[in-house]
């Protein structure tokens, strides 16, 4: 298997609310990172072409990578996007779309508390700039947990709403905190996401032979540090997927739909993957 570094952001941030700062980096972290990615000759691909591989198509260029960003924060408009595009970098955006706003009015409310998130309008503009746009569900809920109608409620209507928003089809989903299940992936396929990102353990390096419907992406922190984010850069330091589903991984499942169906679910914070 050849390894595939997923890079996963939250936040780049100076500021974030106390809840999310475990999951964000600095600006200046950013750019570090991206000057590491740079200078270990690895090659930022769009996500597509990594799950056109995965479905058969021709295979990645030798030492590629891919950018992701979740839940739909406006530091990816202010922030990020500037500085992806100034190096001609693609990037994929995964938006929980009960997190947006219309333009001209607050955020900071829904499933990301005191969190400043984007504007439909900004979503447009960076859809238009170029940034691959992705689903992550209404309300950003514990998927594997839900009843079948709620799942397909959460990743069917946030597929309608981009689409409605952006006035084109898109296909690529990641899953709130990284659950799933194997009913869950069979839903997101019959919805039309042709991709599904997942986190694995927390963080596994993806391969040319990971699954497209759960493909493995690394967790970038605020305390990951230089020497764990070289080793990711040169394909190593993480398992590398595919690979199986381990016994913590299904008891932790077992638990926390147990709790849903007593009326106690598990609190996990928004960022809160595994």
């Known amino acids: 298997m050849t390894a595939v570094p997923v890079f996963l952001y939250h936040a780049v941030s100076n500021n974030p609310p106390r809840w999310l700062a475990p999951f964000t980096v600095s600006p200046r972290t950013f750019v570090e990172h991206l000057n590491m990615i740079a200078d270990s000759g690895l090659r930022v691909v769009p996500l597509r072409q990594l799950v056109t591989t995965l479905l058969g198509g021709p295979p990645l260029p030798p030492r590629s990578a891919v950018l992701t960003f979740d839940d739909g924060y406006a530091d990816f408009a202010s922030t990020v996007a500037p500085l992806l595009a100034g190096r001609g970098l693609p ?38 700039a170029g940034f691959e746009i992705g689903g992550h569900t209404k309300t950003h809920p514990q998927l594997d947990t839900l009843p079948r109608t709620s799942v397909r409620e959460e990743v069917g209507g946030c597929k309608r709403e981009i689409e409605d928003a952006l006035g084109h089809p898109v296909d690529s989903f990641a899953y709130p905190h990284g659950y799933s299940s194997r009913a869950v992936r069979t839903l997101v396929w019959e919805t039309g996401w042709t991709s599904a990102a997942a986190v694995r353990g927390p963080s596994a390096l993806s391969s040319n032979r990971d699954d497209p419907l759960r493909f493995a992406r690394l967790m970038v922190r605020a305390d990951t540090d230089r020497k764990r984010f070289e080793l990711w850069a040169r394909g190593e330091g993480a398992p590398v997927a595919p690979f199986a589903e381990g016994l913590r991984t299904r008891g932790w499942r077992a638990y926390r739909r147990a709790r849903a169906v007593t009326g106690h679910p598990y609190r996990a914070l928004p960022t809160d993957e595994g």
């Open 91 to 128: 990037a994929t955006l995964y938006v929980t779309t009960g997190a947006l706003h219309a333009s001209g009015r607050s955020s900071g409310g829904g499933p990301f508390p005191s969190a400043v998130t984007l504007s439909w309008g900004q979503l447009r503009e960076l859809d238009a």
